[in-house]
């Protein structure tokens, strides 16, 4: 009777913990080329913004992370490029490299729900960016 107690409060815990994580930070790597890309999977809940404010045809979802906020200074990496983020979602400090080259470095307010697209790095065909986006 005791280790079943014992379980269920550690269950119970688990599940409050979960309950109140508190804020994401989601990165998702993306491709984006003037030719038209066979839809927008992984990027539905931005893809209106990408093909209505950038000048390309075709998104594709290369790769993804996620860290929880505030970050605490994580290097998160995405295919050949890293990402380092640090701070709170309003004074969010972001590096991104590729190698050992720094490509972006920069402080950002980010609100909940409201993507954030950097980078243009540009790659054969096309450009590579980031999208950041946090979630409650």
Do not use: W
């Not at 594709?60 to 050949?80: C, D, E, I, Y």
């Not at 701070?87 to 490509?103: C, E, S, T, W, Y």
């Amino acid at each position: 009777m005791k280790k079943t107690s014992a379980l269920f409060a550690t269950i119970l815990l688990v599940s409050a913990l979960s309950a109140v994580a508190g804020p994401t930070l989601s990165i998702r790597l993306v491709a984006a080329t003037k030719q038209a890309a066979g839809g927008t999977r992984g990027l539905s809940d931005v893809a209106p913004v990408l093909e209505q404010n950038l000048p390309f045809s075709g998104f594709r979802h290369v790769a993804s992370t996620t860290m929880s906020l505030p970050a605490t200074g994580q290097t998160k990496k995405l295919n050949s490029y890293t990402v380092t983020c640090s701070g709170p979602q309003h004074d969010l400090a972001i590096v991104v490299r590729r190698g050992r080259k720094r490509l972006l470095s920069t402080k950002v307010s980010l609100q909940a729900n409201k993507p954030l697209i950097v980078g243009g790095f540009p790659v054969e065909g096309g450009k590579m960016m980031l999208i950041f986006l946090a979630k409650p």
